[in-house]
């Protein structure tokens, strides 16, 4: 007796439908990117006002001067655009390339001749920027905050709980963090070395840093700052504490910056009608000082709008930063939001006479190509984090990237959400 079998029997099994899974993804965080565009057109309206009259008696052409800083704000915009889109955990793939890059580039400002196709150019006295045949200069330091953001917010990720550890934490920080600062620090640009310092240090303190640790090398580097100081730069310190000992000479720039805010009142004296942005009567108008000819120009009000919209990109950055999809996001977002409201926060404090000169621009608005692109890159990698942060609450997924303890200075623990699955 024969079986027939059904040709059921013969069939393939059905498969499964294949699953793919997918990041949540919303709209970015439109409160950082209005700060910053606001804050970029004050900044081309700022430079215009600031050195219209000094271009034109220079080449007769009011937007000599304003015209370039247009041109790089574009391009840092297209940047930062471009970077809202990509994944920012790609960056944890090149994280260790751009910070070679970022130290050999530093290497080349102080090693490399005048003559040369790659040459360094020095500034004010000090070899901060190089050259790369017919094209424009470029600020190393610049792209060097970013590279060791990137790759301070991947190492710090990775290591976990060993972050705590004197060897396998405060140690290897050191290591990381020590030639960047010291090729700033040779330059010589204290400014920027502070904010890369301090920058380096909120990602360490945040990642779970070992707090005795923390001060003793926060206490070390003071001693070593205090030591390693130069002669211009005692000089500043002595015009910082009386400026009014040497008007004309060492305190002549935090005089001038403190009679430009005097003259600004609470509504200032009008766009174009400042009265020391000529130059002479304030050097640097255009870059370290400009937030004095903000105050002379706009007065008391314009002077809140620029720290309002700061506290609004340090807020939004925060915030994202909390909400953060992982450790390497959090971390990151961290980095790149106290990195800019440090830097803006110490170029106002000299104009306002609350720190001492040490010559680093206001982000977005003073004038400069390099420090405006890279900006606006960090702002977008910023962007690209806030699209996938999570509600209120803690990070999910976090514990792949780290461990944790429940004493000590840490990111708040994992807390996991479902990934919603597609067919």
């Known amino acids: ?25 919303h709209q970015p965080d439109y409160s950082i990117l209005v700060a910053v565009v606001a804050l970029a057109a004050i900044g081309i309206l700022m430079v215009y006002s600031s050195s219209a009259m000094r271009a034109y008696l220079r080449s007769d052409d009011t937007l000599a001067i304003v015209g370039p800083q247009i041109q790089w704000a574009g391009l840092g915009i297209v940047a930062m655009l471009l970077t809202m889109r990509i994944d920012y955990r790609y960056l944890r793939l090149v994280s260790i390339p751009l910070f070679a890059a970022a130290v050999i580039l530093l290497g080349l400002v102080l090693f490399m001749s005048d003559g040369g196709a790659i040459r360094s150019v020095s500034v004010g006295g000090s070899a901060r920027w190089l050259q790369i045949g017919p094209l424009p200069a470029v600020h190393p330091a610049e792209f060097a905050k970013l590279a060791m953001v990137i790759y301070l917010a991947h190492w710090t990720a990775k290591r976990g709980t060993l972050i705590s550890g004197f060897w396998s934490g405060t140690v290897a920080f050191l290591i990381i963090v020590a030639p960047v600062v010291a090729l700033v620090l040779k330059e010589p640009d204290l400014g920027t070395t502070t904010v890369i310092a301090l920058t ?16 003793a090398m926060g206490g070390a580097a003071l001693l070593v700052v205090l030591v390693g100081l130069q002669g211009y730069q005692v000089a500043r310190l002595q015009a910082w504490l009386n400026p009014w000992s040497d008007p004309l000479g060492k305190g002549f720039h935090t005089i001038q910056g403190l009679l430009a805010l005097a003259l600004g009142g609470v509504l200032g004296a009008g766009l174009g009608e400042s009265r020391l942005a000529g130059g002479l009567f304030l050097p640097n108008a255009s870059n370290d000082y400009i937030f004095a000819i903000i105050g002379e120009e706009f007065g008391l009000v314009g002077g809140v709008v620029i720290v309002g919209l700061f506290v609004v990109l340090a ?12 450790t390497f996001g959090a971390l990151l977002a961290t980095g790149i939001t106290a990195w800019l409201t440090i830097q803006a926060f110490i170029n106002i404090g000299v104009v306002v006479g609350l720190l001492p000169v040490t010559g680093i621009t206001l982000p977005f608005i003073s004038l400069g190509g390099s420090s405006l692109i890279i900006s606006f890159t960090a702002v977008g990698i910023l962007l690209s984090i806030s699209r996938e942060t999570v509600e209120r609450g803690s990070w999910n997924d976090a514990a792949a ?12 623990g994992p807390r996991r959400r479902p990934i919603p699955q597609r067919s």
């Open 315 to 326: 807020y939004a950055g925060i915030r994202t930063a909390l909400r953060a999809p992982d």
């Open 200 to 215: 380096a240090f909120t990602i360490f303190f945040v990642a779970g840093a070992n707090l005795a640790h923390f001060a």
């Open 401 to 412: 990237d780290r461990g944790r303890r429940d004493r000590g200075t840490h990111l708040p």
């Open 1 to 25: 007796m024969s079986v027939v079998r059904p040709l059921q029997a013969f069939a393939r099994p059905a498969t499964k439908p294949k699953t793919t899974l997918r990041r949540e993804q």
